[in-house]
């Protein structure tokens, strides 16, 4: 009987393909954090070319020309900041199964952004506050079916081996709870 050490394939299989998965989204997280840091510093710059285009606007024609143009330019800028930050930020498995990486101080993304609701209580009309959609329950509340699934059947696979790992092989009898 030979007590050196042996290498188990499954042991090993596992740890490789937890520690891949682990270095992948690790450098995703990353990636999509710069990507919300190059965002959010262009930010100030976007404001100020609004600012310049009110004050061109009360100077004359030909520099309100120039700050609307720069506008333009800024919020294409943007645009293209906040594309580049929503693709950081996805990670697609096939081509229907996606997942996205939560970063801190991320804008909401267009399939997120939820219209002003009137609301039924204000004279007015006014809109409701984004943050209390119409049916009253507050946003970000539960979890979507995906995740309900996910959950359950990860319990499920961890019941599954409590059981199946909590008897030694080596014993005569079942192990004692």
Do not use: H, Y
Not at 120 to 147: F, I, N, Y
Request: aromatic share 4%; no cysteine.
């Amino acid at each position: 009987m030979d007590l050196g050490p042996r290498l188990d394939p499954f042991a090993t299989l596992a740890f490789v393909t937890v520690t891949a998965a682990f270095t992948a989204l690790n450098v995703k997280v990353r990636g999509a954090s710069e990507a919300a840091e190059r965002r959010g510093q262009f930010e100030s710059e976007v404001a100020a070319a609004r600012q310049a285009k009110q004050v061109a606007a009360l100077e004359g024609e030909a520099s309100l020309a120039k700050a609307e143009a720069r506008v333009e330019e800024a919020e294409a800028t943007m645009a293209r900041l906040l594309q580049e930050e929503e693709e950081a930020r996805t990670i697609r498995l096939t081509g229907e199964l996606t997942a996205r990486v939560m970063v801190p101080n991320a804008p909401l993304s267009s399939s997120e952004k939820r219209p002003p609701v009137k609301s039924e209580s204000s004279p007015e009309g006014r809109a409701a506050p984004a943050s209390q959609p119409a049916s009253g329950e507050p946003a970000g509340t539960g979890l979507a079916t995906w995740q309900k699934v996910t959950a359950g059947v990860t319990v499920a696979v961890q019941l599954l081996l409590l059981v199946a790992l909590s008897t030694d092989p080596m014993a005569t009898g079942p192990a004692p709870f």
